[in-house]
Each structure stands twice: as structure tokens, then as C-alpha cells.
């Protein structure tokens, strides 16, 4: 199985600071057959189902805030809240999607400082 | 509007059974993957398994602690997916989710069914 790992557990960002999560896969998630890697971010805030933030790694889904970014490749990736918002308050998780099991990440809980 | 709810969930002693349901609508149900992943309580996101379409063999995934003793299914003409669970363990304690996508992720979420294994 990849086992996914997020960096760091938690963090507290001021409003309108940046804020960086980090997230590390065993092996690497790169699809060869269209060059893009399997990779998603989800926010889950208290009380409810996850939601789609990013995919591929660096597309942000429909509705999702600029301020969102994904980047990386291969076993390292990054999500980046550009200008955090109240709203951000939430626990990210990075998910792959290259191969069964599609393990999830730990989480980040991301709160306001 | 496009959504699923989940139902089933309850109180069951261990070593005991359970079938969840997943009612979707506002999508072609028959056109999708369908996964369902589970949080335990305070705990983060765990994959539990998923089915493919009919037109893609149907055919099943399983996380390893839950092979041999879940089972995913699907009845595309009640656009409903099941997770039948048996031999229950404490561990299974959490919330169910059924989840899926018209693409690469899971932008379609239910609200959850909670199950409880205790004696």
C-alpha cells in the first residue's frame, strides 16, 4: 500500500497570512499514461463530509477559492492557502488515487493564530 | 440537485452485522465508481473500498482490514449502493461515507451514517 504522510500535524496562521501543508507519498503517484499524478487534497470542516479541493495535484475543482493551490509531483506535494480566511479553519488531507487502497493522508488541522 | 444519503447505521455488538445503504440521486449512478470511506471518531479519513460501474466488469477493492468481512454492492435501478458488513470489530466504529466523482477525486460526499460496535 502508498502510505501517505502530511506535514505539519497542525498549524495557526494569522488572517490573510499563508499557510503550506505538506504531503509525502511512499512511492510515487505519477501516472505515465497522461503525465499527471494522482494526488488530491480534501478540507473537512467540524461536523461535515470532506470536500474536493484539488485534483491531479495542482487543478483546483469547481467553486474552490483561488487562494487554493496545489503543486508537486512524483512523492512531494504542497497545498497552499495563499490569504487565509476565517473560513479555512478546517483539517486538510491529501489523498492518493494511483492505486488501491486510495490512502488518505493524516490531516493538517489549520487554525487561526 | 445532486446527493447521497446514507442510512443504516446503528448500535451492533461485535462479531455482529450491518448493512448500510447509500441513496444517490441527481447524477446517472450507473455511470460512476462508487467508494465508501470511514472516519472513526476524532480520527482522520480511511478508504474502505470501492465498485466500479456495471460496463467496467462491476468488480470490487477492498481495504485490507476490511476484506473478507465487507461487501460493496450496487442495485443501479434503485441508484442505491450497499456495504454490507459483517463480523464486526470495536474498530469498525465510525462514520460511513459513500462518495464519488464524474472525474479524478470525490467531489460528491453524503452526510454519513454513524456506527457504533459495542457490547
Known amino acids: 500500500d502508498i502510505v501517505m504522510t502530511q506535514s505539519p500535524d497542525s498549524l495557526a496562521v494569522s488572517l490573510g497570512e499563508r499557510a503550506t501543508i505538506n504531503c509525502k507519498s511512499s512511492?510515487?503517484?505519477?501516472?505515465?499514461?497522461?503525465?499527471?499524478?494522482?494526488l488530491a487534497w480534501y478540507q473537512q470542516k467540524a461536523g461535515q463530509p470532506p470536500q474536493l479541493l484539488i485534483y491531479w495535484a495542482s487543478t483546483r475543482e469547481s467553486g474552490v477559492p483561488d487562494r487554493f493551490s496545489g503543486s508537486g509531483s512524483g512523492t512531494d506535494f504542497t497545498l497552499t492557502i495563499s490569504s487565509l480566511q476565517a473560513e479555512d479553519v478546517a483539517v486538510y488531507y491529501c489523498q492518493q488515487y494511483y492505486t488501491t487502497p486510495f490512502t488518505f493522508g493524516p490531516g493538517t488541522k489549520v487554525d487561526i493564530k | 440537485e445532486v446527493k447521497m444519503v446514507e442510512s443504516g447505521g446503528g448500535l451492533v455488538k461485535p462479531g455482529g452485522s450491518l448493512r448500510l445503504s447509500c441513496a444517490a440521486s441527481g447524477f446517472t449512478f450507473s455511470s460512476v465508481w462508487m467508494t465508501w470511506v470511514r472516519q472513526a471518531p476524532g480520527k482522520g479519513l480511511e478508504w474502505v473500498g470501492r465498485i466500479k460501474r456495471e460496463i467496467d466488469g462491476g468488480t470490487t477493492d477492498y481495504a485490507a482490514p476490511v476484506k473478507g468481512r465487507f461487501t460493496i454492492s450496487r442495485d443501479d435501478s434503485k441508484n442505491t449502493l450497499y456495504l454490507q458488513m459483517s463480523s464486526l470489530k470495536s474498530e469498525d466504529t465510525a462514520v460511513y461515507y459513500c462518495?464519488?466523482?464524474?472525474?479524478?477525486?470525490?467531489?460528491?460526499w453524503g452526510q454519513g451514517t454513524m456506527v457504533i460496535v459495542s457490547s
Open positions: 512511492q510515487s503517484v505519477l501516472d505515465s499514461s497522461n503525465n499527471k499524478n494522482s
Open positions: 462518495a464519488t466523482g464524474m472525474g479524478p477525486g470525490f467531489e460528491i
